[in-house]
């Protein structure tokens, strides 16, 4: 059977310096795979690459959506393919409703216009669904949320979007425990058999509520060791000194 996604051998660039060296990766379809590692060690620049932000820049490897490259893929048409970021440091647009907002994304990623009746009932569903106040359609994008606002707005984009493929970055930074919930049982319930989850991460915390198929360590530009749920306790007890220091052994 085809990954949904596949990473070869990933090296990147950014402004000249080589911040990817060597990312191999493969999510087969409807698994949830995340992605710890220290700050710094360039897990926001793969989310980036991978949505082909033109800053980074791709020296050699690949990255396959479902056995094809999309290399030569601009932002927009990843987008239209299915592939969704969650930014780990989303940006306001005063001016702009969370309901024009997204009814403009679903224009754009399903190449037509949604008809208003039938937006309105999937933006309703979207927010009952992550337990947001009907008064949130209203406001600008952003303009003033709290953290948890903030990611509680991504997710409703992904559950509206219906994404392949979904990048998490940092999903849960700045939430308390109980947005935390909402959060991860949110994607939790978003999990299907055709889409796959890149759930990227500096804490353990939101992995204690989701059910992960495999962890990977990523440091120093790469994944440097993978594994099952026992890796984030692991981690978590031990830090990540000994990944290296295994790694070159190995
Ligand atoms: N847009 C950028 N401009 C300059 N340097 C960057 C940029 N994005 C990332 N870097 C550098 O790449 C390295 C990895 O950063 P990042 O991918 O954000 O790590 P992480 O998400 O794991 O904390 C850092 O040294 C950072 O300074
Ligand atoms: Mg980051």
Redesign the pocket.
């Known amino acids: 059977m085809n990954a949904l996604l596949e990473i070869k051998d990933l090296h990147a660039n ?2 000249g ?1 080589e ?1 990817l060296k060597g990312v191999s990766l493969t999510i087969p379809p409807g698994e949830i795979h995340a992605i710890m ?12 690459t991978l949505m082909g ?1 033109p ?2 820049q791709i020296t050699s490897g690949d990255i396959l959506l479902d056995g094809k490259s999309i290399l030569d893929a601009s932002t927009d048409e990843r987008a239209r393919l299915g592939i969704f970021l969650c930014f ?1 440091y989303p940006t306001s647009i005063p001016g702009v409703t969370v309901t024009n907002f997204l009814r403009t994304v679903l224009k754009n990623i399903r190449g037509e216009d949604v008809p208003v009746k039938q937006f309105r009932k999937e933006l309703k569903e979207g927010m009952e669904y992550l337990q947001m106040r009907e008064d949130f359609a209203r406001r600008y994008v952003n303009d003033g949320f709290s953290g948890g606002e903030k990611k509680r707005h991504e997710i409703l984009q992904m559950a509206l979007m219906k994404p392949k493929l979904a990048v998490l ?2 999903v849960d930074s700045g939430l308390d425990i109980d947005a935390l919930r909402i959060i991860a049982s949110g994607i939790e319930g978003l999990r299907e058999e055709n889409r796959s989850m890149l759930v ?1 991460t ?1 804490y353990q915390r939101i992995l204690d509520y989701l059910t992960l198929d495999k962890v990977h360590v ?1 440091m120093d ?1 790469k994944i440097q060791t993978s594994g099952g749920k026992e890796l984030v306790e692991k981690l978590e007890k031990d830090g990540y000194d000994w990944v290296m220091k295994e790694g070159t052994k190995a």
Do not use: A, R, W
């Open positions: 950014v402004e310096k911040i590692g220290p700050n710094g060690s360039g897990k926001s620049t793969l989310s980036y932000h800053k980074y780990q970055d940092e990227i500096h990523f530009g």
